[in-house]
C-alpha cells in the first residue's frame, strides 16, 4: 500500500513541478472554463438579464469542458518526448500511476472551481455560500467521477488515431450520470428554499458512482495501457 | 521477484497487426557482456522488436525469455533489470536534468538517489548544467542525460533506438566508450541503429532486419557496411 | 450457419409473423387504447438493448483479461446489436409516448440514462471504426465502463419520480396483456440470439482472414 501511494506521490509532485514551469495548462483551461460560463451566460441571456435556475447547469457544463481540455493536455504532455512509456517501463505499481495522474488533475480542477463558483455566484446571484459544505462535497464528488473516468480514457486513447475528437465522444455519455447529479443536486442548493435533502441524495449518488468508477478504472488500467 | 540473469533468449518471435507483420520468426540468444546490434532500414521492425524486449509490447508468437524467466513471470522485477533510452528519449522538457533522473530514480525505488544522480550527471559531463532544464539541452546533451536515466538503476539489459541520432563525431564517441564501459560489467546491450560506420568494431553480435524477418550474410568479414549489404540482397 | 440459428431465425420469422395477430388479440388498455400497442414491440427492444449491453460488457471483460479474440468478436456483435435495437426502442418510446403522455421525449433519469448508454455503444463503434490499431483493447475498456452504467439506469427509475413507469408494470398486466408481451419479448429474444452468433461468427472468420494474410505472407 506504501509503495503505491510513494509511486502517486511522486508523480503528482512530478506533474506539479511540470506545470508549475509554465502554468501552461492551469491558465488555459482556467481562461476557457471563465470564457465557456461568459458564452453561457450570454446565450441565455432575456431582456438583460440571465434567466432563472441556469447557474448551476452552467457551472457543471463549464468544469466538463474544462476538464475535458486539461485532461487532452495533460496527456498530451506526456505524449511529447513518449514519457508515458518510460512510466509503464518502470517496476512501479500501474494502478498508482494512474492514481498519481487522477490526483494531478483533480487538484488542477479544485482551482478552476476555486474562480468558478464565485463568478457563478456573482453573474447569476446564486447562494453560493449558502450551504458551503454540501456544494463542495457535490463539486468534490462530482469532479472525483469526472475526473477518474477521463484520466482512464485519456490515458488510454494517447497511442490511439483522432483522440482529439475521440475524448469527448467517449467521455460526455459515460458521465452523464456525474453530469445529472451534480446539476440537480446543486440547483437543489440553489433554489430560493434549498432542499438540503434532495442535495444529499444527489450526493450519495456521486458517491457511489464514484466508488464503482474508481475501482473500475484502477482495476482496468493496466490491461488497458498494455498493448 | 527481483532476479537477475544473465542472457536473454528471443525464441522465434513474430508481432502483427491485423494483417501486417512488423516481426516474423526472429530467433537470437544475447549474453552478459554482448552488444548486439540490430541494423535494417526504416520499417524493418527494430523499433518494434526493442519494445517487446522491453516488455512494452507483447509478442504475437514466440516468446523472450530473460535468463529463462518469461515476461509474466518476470513481473515488475524483471522491470527493474530492464533500461530502454527510447527513439523520444524520455524526458519532461520542463525538468532539469537533475529534477528528470531523481525522478525516475525515485519511481525505481533506489536508495540514495541523490548520490547516484550527482555521479550519474559527472558521467554525462553535465554537473555543470545539471540545474537547467532539459528543454534547452542540445540534442547530444539531451541523449547523454537520457542514456543516465537508463543506466541509473544498474539495469543487465540496456535497450536503445537509434542513440546515434543527430549526435556530433564527438558526442557518438563518447556514447561509444560509455557502452563499451557498461559491456565491461556485464550488461547486455541490444542496440538498433542504421549508422553502420559508427559502430562498426563496437557490436559483438549483428542481427539483419529486413521487412520484420531476420536477414544474414554468408561471410562474417569484411566491414560492416558490405555485410550489411549483402545481407539485404539476399533477403 | 450452425442448426442453432437456422432454428433461432426460423422460429423468430414465424412468430414475428404471427405476432400482428397476437398483440391485435389482447384486449385494449383503459386509458390508452390503441395505441399502448406499440408497447409490445417497444418493450421487449428495450429489454434486448439492455441485454446487449451487458452481452458486449461481459464479453469486453473477458477480451480485457484473457486476450482472447473470440471474446472481442462477441462483445462487437452485441455492441452493433445494442445500437440496433437501442435505436428500436428509442424511436418506439416516443412514438408511444406522443399518443399515451402527449409528448415525444421527456428528459428523466431513465430515459435519458439510456440515451446516454446508446450514445456509449454508438461511441464503441465509432473507436473501432476510427481509433486505429489497439482500438479493440480501448473498446473493450468503454463497454465494460458502459456495462456498469446499467445499474444507474435502473434504480434511477425506482427512485425518481418519472413519467416512465416503474419497471413493476409488466406482472401487474392482467393475463390477456401479460401473453402477447412475452410471446413478443420471446421472438426478439430469439432474434436477438441468431444475429448475435451471426455477427459473432462473421468476426471471428475475419480474423481467421487476418491469419490467412500472415500465413501467406510468411510462405
Not at chain 2, 205 to 225: C, I, K, N, P
Request: aromatic share 10%; charged share 15%.
Amino acid at each position: 500500500m506504501s509503495a503505491f501511494l510513494r509511486v502517486a506521490a511522486l508523480v503528482v509532485r512530478k506533474d506539479l513541478t511540470v506545470e508549475v514551469r509554465s502554468f501552461e495548462v492551469l491558465s488555459t483551461t482556467l481562461f476557457f472554463a471563465v470564457t465557456v460560463v461568459l458564452i453561457f451566460a450570454f446565450g441565455f441571456v432575456k431582456e438583460g438579464v440571465p434567466l432563472d435556475g441556469v447557474a448551476a447547469a452552467i457551472l457543471w457544463i463549464a468544469l466538463a469542458f474544462s476538464g475535458t481540455l486539461a485532461l487532452g493536455r495533460t496527456f498530451e504532455r506526456e505524449r511529447q518526448a513518449d514519457t508515458l512509456r518510460a512510466l509503464m517501463l518502470a517496476p512501479a505499481d500501474r494502478p498508482a500511476l494512474y492514481a498519481g495522474k487522477l490526483a494531478g488533475i483533480l487538484m488542477l480542477m479544485a482551482l478552476v472551481e476555486a474562480v468558478l463558483v464565485p463568478m457563478v455566484g456573482l453573474m447569476f446571484q446564486a447562494p453560493v455560500f449558502f450551504a458551503p459544505g454540501h456544494l463542495a462535497a457535490l463539486l468534490a464528488a462530482g469532479t472525483l467521477g469526472f475526473a477518474a473516468v477521463g484520466t482512464l480514457f485519456a490515458a488510454m486513447l494517447v497511442r490511439a488515431r483522432s483522440r482529439d475528437v475521440l475524448l469527448p465522444v467517449l467521455l460526455y455519455p459515460m458521465t452523464v450520470p456525474v453530469m445529472i447529479a451534480g446539476v440537480r443536486g446543486t440547483a437543489a442548493l440553489f433554489q430560493p428554499e434549498a432542499d438540503l435533502e434532495l442535495a444529499q441524495f444527489w450526493l450519495a449518488l456521486l458517491v457511489f458512482f464514484d466508488a464503482v468508477f474508481v475501482t473500475l478504472a484502477l482495476w482496468t488500467f493496466e490491461p488497458l495501457m498494455t498493448d | 521477484m527481483s532476479g537477475d540473469f544473465d542472457h536473454v533468449s528471443v525464441v522465434q518471435l513474430g508481432r502483427h497487426y491485423g494483417r501486417r507483420r512488423a516481426l516474423t520468426d526472429i530467433s537470437f540468444t544475447a549474453r552478459a557482456g554482448a552488444i548486439v546490434g540490430l541494423l535494417g532500414s526504416n520499417g524493418a521492425g527494430k523499433s518494434t522488436l526493442l519494445s517487446i524486449l522491453g516488455t512494452l509490447l507483447v509478442a504475437s508468437t514466440g516468446h523472450v525469455k530473460y535468463g529463462g524467466v518469461t515476461v509474466t513471470e518476470g513481473g515488475p522485477g524483471l522491470r527493474s533489470r530492464i533500461g530502454m533510452l527510447g527513439h523520444d528519449l524520455f524526458l519532461y522538457p520542463e525538468l532539469t536534468a537533475r529534477e528528470n533522473l531523481v525522478f525516475f530514480g525515485r519511481l525505481y525505488g533506489l536508495d540514495g538517489v541523490e548520490g547516484r544522480v550527482a555521479t550519474a550527471l559527472d558521467h554525462a559531463g553535465l554537473a555543470a548544467r545539471g540545474d537547467d532544464p532539459v528543454s534547452s539541452y542540445s540534442r547530444g546533451m539531451r541523449q547523454r542525460v537520457a542514456l543516465e536515466r537508463a543506466l541509473l538503476h544498474g539495469p543487465r539489459l540496456l535497450l536503445l533506438d537509434e542513440p546515434f541520432t543527430g549526435l556530433d563525431q564527438a558526442s557518438a564517441a563518447a556514447l561509444v566508450g560509455r557502452l563499451r564501459h557498461e559491456q565491461a560489467r556485464g550488461v547486455i546491450t541490444i542496440l538498433a541503429t542504421h549508422d553502420l560506420d559508427v559502430v562498426d568494431g563496437l557490436l559483438s553480435e549483428v542481427v539483419f532486419l529486413h521487412g520484420g524477418r531476420r536477414a544474414t550474410a554468408a561471410t562474417t568479414a569484411g566491414t560492416l557496411r558490405d555485410r550489411y549489404r549483402e545481407a539485404m540482397q539476399s533477403a | 450457419m450452425t442448426t442453432a440459428v437456422k432454428v433461432q431465425l426460423a422460429l423468430a420469422t414465424v412468430m414475428f409473423a404471427v405476432a400482428p395477430w397476437i398483440v391485435n388479440a389482447a384486449p385494449h388498455e383503459a386509458t390508452m387504447g390503441l395505441v399502448y400497442k406499440i408497447y409490445f414491440f417497444h418493450m421487449p427492444s428495450a429489454w434486448m438493448f439492455m441485454i446487449a449491453a451487458i452481452v458486449s460488457g461481459v464479453a469486453s471483460a473477458r477480451y480485457l483479461f484473457t486476450k482472447n479474440p473470440k471474446s472481442d468478436a462477441t462483445a462487437v456483435a452485441a455492441a452493433e446489436l445494442a445500437v440496433l435495437f437501442g435505436l428500436l426502442a428509442l424511436v418506439t418510446g416516443p412514438l408511444w409516448a406522443r399518443k399515451a403522455w402527449g409528448v415525444w421525449w421527456v428528459w428523466d433519469a431513465r430515459l435519458t440514462s439510456s440515451l446516454m448508454l446508446f450514445l456509449i455503444f454508438l461511441a464503441y463503434l465509432l473507436l473501432r471504426q476510427f481509433g486505429g490499431p489497439g482500438s479493440e483493447k480501448l473498446s473493450a475498456g468503454l463497454a465494460l465502463f458502459g456495462m456498469a452504467n446499467v445499474p444507474f439506469i435502473y434504480v434511477s427509475v425506482n427512485v425518481w419520480r418519472t413519467l416512465h413507469p416503474k419497471t413493476s408494470v409488466v406482472p401487474t398486466l392482467p393475463v390477456e396483456m401479460g401473453i402477447p408481451l412475452w410471446f413478443c419479448v420471446t421472438a426478439f429474444l430469439l432474434l436477438f440470439l441468431a444475429l448475435l452468433s451471426l455477427r459473432a461468427s462473421l468476426e471471428r472468420q475475419r480474423g481467421r482472414i487476418d491469419a490467412l494474410y500472415l500465413a501467406e505472407d510468411e510462405a
